[in-house]
């Protein structure tokens, strides 16, 4: 049995007490360890949802100002607590499948640096029981009409480019005269966004701020091989930014994509399905 508490906020005295009988009014059996002791915990927080599953646990999310939310389990029989390991990433709880094993949804933004990754799948494991909980992240592939914003910099030239049999790659380098921005801090590919063109089945992709190396100023390609998911590709500046167009050769539903942050260059590599991916069991 689950249960669920929404919108509690800044643990006072009156919600301590209200909360205090969880264990009858939200479905958990009589606990060892009081809710209201659990809460007296978040007295400097604000709880944003109260979770109680299998009778015995409780999943606390929890936050402070201008910070990310945070995910406490807490058993009632022995009183025990574990922080699940999903920062610095900035989630929302998709499913709790046991005690050891929780999913979370992730935007793929951070609070350590500027990147932005595709959305994705967090998956916080337990391998052994009294062991603490891992990080496993898993690509997540959304709707090819769910337009995204990844990346942040916008001092790269678009290097290379290919064409692999379920999606499309780009490599980017620093812009002449832009090395330094390039390579500040920790490099990134440029700030992108997609949007889905139905009525042409075609998605185009725009790099902010990107040139295009010398030889791809004319780019534009066809392709033969029917197990590709893209017909044709072509690449266009417009003002400072470069957009890719992509023609599918079917109906594509899905797509993905993954970002390699390396010392002298950037990579996006966007991966499409004309079938639902399975869900994580």
């Given at each position: 049995?689950m249960?669920k508490l929404r919108g509690?906020l800044?643990?006072?005295?009156a919600i301590?007490?209200g909360?205090?009988?969880v264990?009858?009014?939200?479905?958990l059996?009589?606990?060892k360890t009081?809710m209201?002791e659990?809460l007296?915990k978040y007295r400097d927080?604000?709880?944003?949802?109260v979770?109680?599953?299998?009778?015995r646990y409780?999943?606390i999310?929890?936050?402070?100002?201008?910070?990310l939310?945070r995910?406490?389990?807490?058993?009632?029989e022995t009183g025990e607590?574990?922080?699940l390991?999903t920062?610095?990433?900035?989630?929302r709880?998709?499913r709790?499948?046991?005690?050891?094993?929780?999913?979370?949804?992730a935007?793929?933004?951070?609070?350590?640096?500027?990147?932005?990754?595709?959305?994705?799948?967090?998956?916080?494991?337990?391998p052994?029981?009294n062991?603490p909980?891992?990080e496993?992240r898993i690509?997540?592939?959304l709707?090819v009409?769910h337009?995204?914003?990844?990346?942040s910099?916008?001092?790269?030239?678009?290097?290379?480019i290919w064409?692999?049999?379920?999606?499309v790659?780009?490599?980017?380098g620093?812009?002449?005269?832009?090395e330094?921005?390039?390579?500040a801090?920790t490099?990134d590919?440029?700030?992108?966004?997609?949007?889905?063109?139905?009525e042409?089945?075609q998605?185009?992709?725009?790099?902010e701020?990107t040139?295009l190396?010398g030889?791809?100023?004319?780019?534009s390609?066809?392709t033969e091989d029917?197990?590709?998911?893209v017909?044709?590709?072509?690449l266009?500046?417009?003002?400072?930014?470069t957009?890719?167009?992509?023609?599918?050769r079917?109906?594509?539903?899905?797509?993905?994509a993954?970002?390699g942050?390396?010392?002298n260059t950037?990579?996006?590599?966007f991966v499409?399905?004309d079938?639902?991916?399975e869900?994580?069991p």
């Amino acid at each position: 049995m689950m249960a669920k508490l929404r919108g509690v906020l800044f643990i006072g005295t009156a919600i301590l007490s209200g909360l205090a009988a969880v264990g009858t009014s939200a479905g958990l059996s009589p606990q060892k360890t009081p809710m209201g002791e659990i809460l007296k915990k978040y007295r400097d927080r604000r709880v944003a949802d109260v979770v109680g599953f299998r009778d015995r646990y409780v999943l606390i999310e929890s936050t402070v100002p201008s910070l990310l939310h945070r995910f406490d389990l807490h058993d009632l029989e022995t009183g025990e607590m574990d922080s699940l390991p999903t920062m610095p990433y900035n989630v929302r709880l998709h499913r709790i499948v046991d005690e050891n094993r929780i999913i979370f949804h992730a935007d793929g933004s951070n609070t350590e640096t500027p990147h932005k990754d595709f959305p994705f799948i967090l998956e916080c494991v337990r391998p052994k029981v009294n062991l603490p909980f891992q990080e496993k992240r898993i690509s997540r592939y959304l709707p090819v009409s769910h337009g995204v914003v990844i990346g942040s910099k916008n001092d790269a030239a678009l290097i290379d480019i290919w064409i692999a049999e379920d999606g499309v790659g780009i490599l980017f380098g620093p812009a002449e005269g832009r090395e330094l921005w390039f390579y500040a801090g920790t490099t990134d590919i440029p700030r992108t966004k997609t949007e889905y063109l139905e009525e042409k089945n075609q998605l185009v992709i725009t790099f902010e701020g990107t040139r295009l190396f010398g030889n791809l100023m004319d780019y534009s390609e066809k392709t033969e091989d029917e197990r590709l998911a893209v017909d044709r590709l072509w690449l266009q500046t417009k003002d400072n930014d470069t957009l890719l167009f992509l023609d599918f050769r079917k109906a594509v539903v899905f797509y993905s994509a993954k970002i390699g942050r390396y010392i002298n260059t950037t990579s996006v590599t966007f991966v499409f399905s004309d079938e639902a991916p399975e869900e994580v069991p």
